[in-house]
Each structure stands twice: as C-alpha cells, then as structure tokens.
C-alpha cells in the first residue's frame, strides 16, 4: 500500500522551530517531486515548498523563503520540512505530497499530485 506519513508536528513558540517529516511506505520516494502544503483555519489549502527528485531544485511560497527549508535523504525514504523564525500564522495543519511530474508555474496546484499524506498539526502560539 502506499503511503505518505508526516510527523514532527506540534505546538511552538513565534521565533521558534519545528522539522517536519515526510516518510513513505510502499513506494520510492526518490521517483517523485515531493510538495508541502498546509490548510489554515477557515483557509484553502496552499503550497508551501516543492523539492524535486534529485532536491537540487526547491521552490518555496514567498510567505515562507528564507524561514523554510526542504530537504529530502532518498535514501531514507524521507523528505523534510525545517521550519524557523515561525509565526503565527504559520499554523495549520501541514501535508507533504508526491508528483510525478511538474511545471514551475504551478507547483503549488494540488491536482498535480498523485500521493498525500493524512497531514500533522503545526500551532504557533505564545
């Protein structure tokens, strides 16, 4: 079965930081461009950061650059998501997303994404 599963959420701090996971089951997750996204309350769902297959090419949502880095270890099966300087309006809940494919001006559609996660609370909070 494949599976997408994230984890690392949690409750932070504004200033403070979490990492993200994203491990797969069932499936190479070096054949794919993985996507985070998050859906904030009461919001639509929005992309967050792209890594492609190789993870020499990453794009992130100007909300997040220069706070956020996407990484992934194909290796390990697994993709990351280290988050810094977080807001609060950085909470959500957070879901990482595999495509077989992508193109650089919509990345950050979700329909281009075959695999998702079930998603991990992130809360920014004082």
């Not at 190479?28 to 461009?33: E, N, P, Q």
């Not at 977080?86 to 879901?95: F, H, R, S």
């Amino acid at each position: 079965q494949l599976q997408l599963v994230e984890s690392g959420g949690g409750l932070a701090q504004p200033g403070g930081s979490l990492r993200l996971s994203c491990a797969a089951s069932g499936f190479t997750l070096g054949y794919y461009h993985i996507g985070w996204f998050r859906r904030a309350p009461g919001k639509e769902r929005e992309g967050v950061s792209l890594i492609n297959r190789s993870g020499d090419t990453t794009v992130y949502a100007d909300s997040v650059k220069g706070r956020f880095t996407i990484s992934r270890d194909n290796a390990k099966n697994t993709v990351y998501l280290q988050m810094n300087s977080l807001k609060p309006e950085d909470t959500g809940v957070y879901y990482c997303a595999a495509a077989v494919v992508y193109r650089s001006s919509n990345w950050d559609s979700p329909i281009n994404y075959q695999y998702w996660g079930q998603g991990t609370q992130v809360t920014v909070s004082s």
